[in-house]
């Protein structure tokens, strides 16, 4: 199918680090957003008369500059999430957890964390929870207190002063 780029608008089209125009893939781009409903929104401008009231506002959490920049673009989030999803497994490759703290990094980069954090958390809970869950699992399998899967370790009595009835 040949594309006539003269019929395209600057939306329609997308630019490599090459330079080369190419046609952008609107379908996949509408899969590899997990998260649709994600309504983001350029922030308010925050103005301060002097530099002595930002810092005030600063230091009492009044102001966050990160709350104050624009939303950051889809191929912003892909790329920070595949930066994150290298490190992860070139630091811990036999983590068990890496593959949920990588989808709760991308969830809150879906709903702009540094823009909007009360939305980002709330959204992202689910997968922060399943991490710590997970987390914990991994210890306890690391330590030899439990296995993850499998018969649980049992305890000899049901508590320390049951009687021993072989000998009672």
């Given at each position: 199918m040949a594309v006539n780029f003269a019929d395209l608008k600057i939306e329609d089209v997308k630019i490599t680090d090459a330079g080369d125009v190419v046609p952008r893939n609107k379908k996949y781009e509408a899969a590899m957003n997990p998260y649709p409903e994600a309504d983001v929104h350029a922030?308010?401008?925050?103005?301060?008369?002097?530099?002595?009231?930002?810092?005030?506002a600063y230091h009492h959490g009044v102001y966050v500059p990160e709350m104050a920049q624009g939303p950051r673009s889809s191929d912003e989030v892909c790329k920070a999430v595949a930066d994150?999803?290298?490190?992860?497994?070139?630091d811990a490759p036999k983590d068990a957890c890496k593959y949920l703290q990588i989808e709760e990094f991308r969830c809150l980069n879906a709903y702009q964390y540094e823009s909007q954090p009360q939305v980002a958390s709330k959204k992202c809970m689910k997968w922060w929870n399943e991490l710590q869950k997970c987390q914990?699992?991994?210890?306890?399998?690391?330590?030899?207190?439990t296995y993850i899967e499998g018969p649980q370790m049992r305890?000899?009595?049901p508590y320390i002063f049951y009687p021993d009835f072989k000998y009672a």
């Amino acid at each position: 199918m040949a594309v006539n780029f003269a019929d395209l608008k600057i939306e329609d089209v997308k630019i490599t680090d090459a330079g080369d125009v190419v046609p952008r893939n609107k379908k996949y781009e509408a899969a590899m957003n997990p998260y649709p409903e994600a309504d983001v929104h350029a922030p308010k401008k925050i103005g301060f008369s002097t530099n002595w009231e930002k810092l005030v506002a600063y230091h009492h959490g009044v102001y966050v500059p990160e709350m104050a920049q624009g939303p950051r673009s889809s191929d912003e989030v892909c790329k920070a999430v595949a930066d994150f999803s290298e490190k992860v497994h070139k630091d811990a490759p036999k983590d068990a957890c890496k593959y949920l703290q990588i989808e709760e990094f991308r969830c809150l980069n879906a709903y702009q964390y540094e823009s909007q954090p009360q939305v980002a958390s709330k959204k992202c809970m689910k997968w922060w929870n399943e991490l710590q869950k997970c987390q914990w699992d991994q210890a306890k399998f690391n330590a030899g207190t439990t296995y993850i899967e499998g018969p649980q370790m049992r305890r000899r009595r049901p508590y320390i002063f049951y009687p021993d009835f072989k000998y009672a």
